[in-house]
């Protein structure tokens, strides 16, 4: 192909060229040498626009100006296939499961992963050093809901206790559409799963050499716990509450956070939720406008049993960018609203958390949030409102640098890479050959979305990965040096002092 396109330009070049040359040296009159010049220059720009790019089509990259010469790829396509057997109990053959290689590009080119995914490595820190051994995994067996196993690129389960909702059967489907997007590309896998909120794993039970902590996967952390962070059912949907997988969801947040202007919004705090789940989000409710005090905070309670008998109206996550600044605060534990409430371009409050998910680490207050005092909560909403639509500008900036974090850094894609680049590095640390546990069922799409119906069916399908991806993961980039992960977590508790600095300021001048 390199040689059609070389062809191709030197017949440009040759009969074009040559031809307005020849032209031009006829003619005596001036006209004619500005016409000259003017065609050597277009010759030029021709030129250099070949040659650049011919020295990209150097390294087998597709060049752009020559797009049309290019074969269309063959796409591997995997059809959910519902006729095959008894679906309830078999997957069909024929998944592929060896990676083909000269399928994907070469991953040495492969864009680095955005930098929350450096968290991997402290997570999977305590057993750097000792490897992860059978005993270890089936300690963390006592509060799992299931146990997932990997061999040669099949997906078993053996499930153990009842998980809230759907949340595990979401999650499932998660790692099976992952399997999907990297057929033959996973390891072999052993781990234990919990759904439940709030991590178990506590440090302080495992210091030591020996101290063998049992691998956790569950959907959020603390300070105080080991559990490892897994991204939550909520990106594959919510059946229960109809909130849609994340992919569709997060093109429709995007064109809901166009409606209204920022400076249009209603110029104060917003907040919606289930006041019921913990004792700080009932605490925030005193901070509600009243007859004798505004505290710029509008806050609604979300009543789901109502909004789903009609038809959830009123919770349409699309149509909630109407107000200048949205409230963050967790529920029992981290709060799947999260990147929903940080799409918006309207800053976020964060009222002080307690727990993390997967991507929260990254974030930084004043730069993607406002922080908010935890006990101090109403006092603090309303200096941030006052500050904010006095620094119209400032406000702003903090609320797209986390709108633009979560539509890109937080795409689908980098989910999937997520858990990939996750389960690869636990699995590096297996010190044993996992295999299939006696009780495990074979798992596959089809198993699970065939006997599905409701909004459980359509959401898998909507979800669904349709083809192997033809490009790699994003790389993973390093661990983080001990200096520059104390760096960066003294940035974060500095730029909280400083408003609070400025808060304790504000209060005493009035
Ligand atoms: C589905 O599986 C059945 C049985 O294995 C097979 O006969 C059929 O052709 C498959 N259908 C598709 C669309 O692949
Ligand atoms: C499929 O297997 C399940 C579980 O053994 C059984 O209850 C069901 O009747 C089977 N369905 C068909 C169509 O054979
Ligand atoms: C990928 O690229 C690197 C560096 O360019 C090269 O050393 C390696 O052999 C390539 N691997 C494959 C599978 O092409
Ligand atoms: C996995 O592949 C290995 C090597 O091909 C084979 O020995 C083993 O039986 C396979 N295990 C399962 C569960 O398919
Ligand atoms: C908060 O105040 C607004 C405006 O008065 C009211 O509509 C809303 O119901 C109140 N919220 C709660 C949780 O009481
Ligand atoms: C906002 O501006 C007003 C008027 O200049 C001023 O009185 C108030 O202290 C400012 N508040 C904050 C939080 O910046």
Redesign the pocket.
């Known amino acids: 192909m390199r040689e059609n396109v070389q062809k191709l330009g030197s017949i440009l070049f040759k009969g074009g060229c040559g031809f307005y040359r020849q032209l031009s040296w006829k003619g005596p009159e001036r006209r004619n040498n500005v016409l000259f010049f003017f065609v050597l220059f277009l010759c030029a720009v021709f030129v250099s626009a070949y040659w650049i790019d011919a020295s990209i089509t150097a ?1 087998s990259k597709p060049a752009n100006l020559f797009k049309v010469l290019r074969k269309p790829k063959r796409r591997i396509e995997l059809p959910l296939n519902c006729t095959a057997g008894n679906l309830t109990r078999t997957c069909p053959a024929g998944y592929p499961s060896t990676y083909e ?1 000269g399928k994907y590009e ?4 492969a864009p680095v992963c955005p930098d929350y995914f450096r968290w991997i490595h402290e997570d999977l820190r305590p057993w750097k050093d000792t490897g992860i051994t059978r005993e270890m995994v089936e300690g963390a067996g006592r509060s799992a809901k299931f146990r997932l196993v990997v061999v040669n690129g099949t997906a078993y389960v053996e499930k153990y206790r009842k998980a809230i909702q759907t949340r595990d059967v979401f999650t499932l489907w998660g790692i099976l559409q992952l399997l999907r997007r990297y057929p033959g590309r996973m390891p072999d896998l052993d781990l234990m799963f919990d759904c439940d909120d709030r991590p178990l794993i506590r440090s302080r039970d495992h210091r030591g050499p020996n101290a063998a902590p049992p691998p956790l996967f569950r959907y959020c952390g603390d300070d105080w716990t080991l559990d490892i962070v897994f991204p939550d059912w909520s990106f594959w949907g919510w059946a229960e509450i109809n909130i849609k997988p994340w992919e569709s969801l997060l093109k429709e947040l995007k064109k809901g956070n166009e409606m209204t202007k920022w400076k249009e919004r209603e110029p104060y705090a917003y907040w919606k939720g289930n006041p019921y789940v913990a004792p700080t989000r009932r605490d925030l409710l005193k901070c509600n406008v009243s007859q004798e005090q505004d505290w710029n905070a509008r806050l609604y309670i979300q009543d789901w049993n109502r909004e789903s008998q009609q038809g959830y109206k009123e919770s349409n996550l699309e149509q909630q960018c109407t107000h200048r600044y949205k409230i963050y605060i967790e529920g029992w534990a981290w709060s799947v609203s999260e990147k929903y409430i940080l799409a918006c371009n309207s800053p976020t409050l964060l009222v002080r958390p307690n727990f993390y998910d997967f991507f929260t680490r990254s974030l930084v207050p004043g730069r993607h949030y406002w922080p908010i005092r935890g006990n101090d909560k109403c006092r603090s909403i309303k200096f941030a409102v006052d500050w904010g639509n006095n620094h119209t500008q400032e406000a702003q900036a903090i609320g797209e640098a986390a709108s633009s974090f979560i539509q890109e850094e937080l795409k689908m894609d980098f989910v999937y890479d997520y858990m990939f680049h996750l389960l690869n590095e636990y699995a590096k640390l297996l010190k044993y050959r996992p295999t299939v546990p006696p009780n495990a069922i074979q798992l596959c799409s089809e198993t699970m979305a065939c006997p599905a119906n409701g909004l459980q069916r359509k959401f898998m399908m909507e979800s669904m990965v349709k083809a192997p991806k033809e490009t790699g993961p994003c790389a993973l980039p390093p661990p983080f040096d001990p200096a520059t992960l104390q760096a960066f977590q003294r940035e974060k508790q500095d730029s909280i002092k400083q408003v609070e600095t400025w808060e304790a300021k504000s209060w005493e001048s009035n």
């Open positions: 390294d290689s070469n991953s040495s080119a």
